[in-house]
C-alpha cells in the first residue's frame, strides 16, 4: 500500500530515503466496505483519506433531503471533509463506498508534524491543492456556462475511470442534472 502513495508523491516531489521512512509511519490503514461510511454530518474529523484502492463518493444533504454529490474519488486520490479538518469544525458531509476501499489515513497532528520535519510534503500538499481549487473552478464554470451535453461530455474526458464505477443516478447528480436528462443525453450521443 505504501509504494502507491510514496508513488504519488514523487509525481510532483523528490524524496530522500528518510522522508520516504517518516512519511510512512504516520499513515495507518483503513478499510472501508461497499456501501458503508468513511465518515458521516456532525463528526469531528481526524483525518485525510488516500485511496489505494476503490471508489467513493462524497455528498451533502440539503434542507430538503436531497443529496449533491461533490466529489468522487478513486485510486490515487485524496478525500476527506477539509473544512472540518482544517478549520475543526463539525462534518457536513457523507463519505460513502461505492466499492470496497482500501485507504491509507493521515491524522491532523501528523500532517504538522510531516511539514515541520519533512517541510517538502509542504509543496507537495500545496500542489494538490492549487490543482484541486483550478479543478474546482473548472466545473464552477462548466456548470454556468455549458450545456448538459457537455459537461457529460467533459467529464467523461476529465474523469474516464470513473463513469463505469458509479451508478448512472450519481454521474447525473455530480452533473447537476435528472437521471432522465443523462438517458436521453447518452442516446442521443450514440445516435
Not at 128 to 136: E, K, P, R, S, Y
Not at 161 to 172: G, H, L, Q, S
Amino acid at each position: 500500500m505504501l509504494e502507491a502513495i510514496i508513488g504519488h508523491v514523487t509525481q510532483f516531489v523528490s524524496l530522500s530515503g528518510g522522508e520516504k521512512a517518516f512519511f510512512s509511519t504516520l499513515l495507518t490503514e483503513v478499510h472501508v466496505s461497499k456501501r458503508n461510511f468513511l465518515l458521516q454530518p456532525g463528526t469531528t474529523v481526524k483525518h485525510e483519506y488516500f485511496v489505494i484502492k476503490g471508489c467513493l463518493k462524497a455528498y451533502y444533504m440539503d434542507a430538503k433531503g436531497n443529496r449533491h454529490i461533490v466529489q468522487f474519488a478513486i485510486e490515487n486520490w485524496w478525500v476527506g471533509d477539509f473544512d472540518a479538518f482544517y478549520n475543526k469544525v463539525p462534518s457536513k458531509l457523507y463519505i460513502e463506498a461505492v466499492e470496497d476501499a482500501s485507504l491509507l489515513a493521515m491524522n491532523f497532528n501528523n500532517l504538522n508534524l510531516l511539514f515541520k520535519k519533512a517541510p517538502i510534503f509542504e509543496r507537495y500538499f500545496r500542489i494538490l491543492v492549487t490543482n484541486a481549487f483550478i479543478a474546482q473552478r473548472k466545473r464552477i464554470m462548466s456548470t454556468l456556462e455549458k450545456s448538459a451535453d457537455e459537461r457529460y461530455l467533459e467529464f467523461c474526458a476529465t474523469y474516464p475511470n470513473i463513469e463505469t464505477r458509479v451508478t448512472n443516478y450519481d454521474v447525473a447528480n455530480y452533473l447537476g442534472i435528472s437521471a432522465e436528462s443523462l438517458s436521453r443525453i447518452r442516446t442521443k450521443l450514440k445516435s
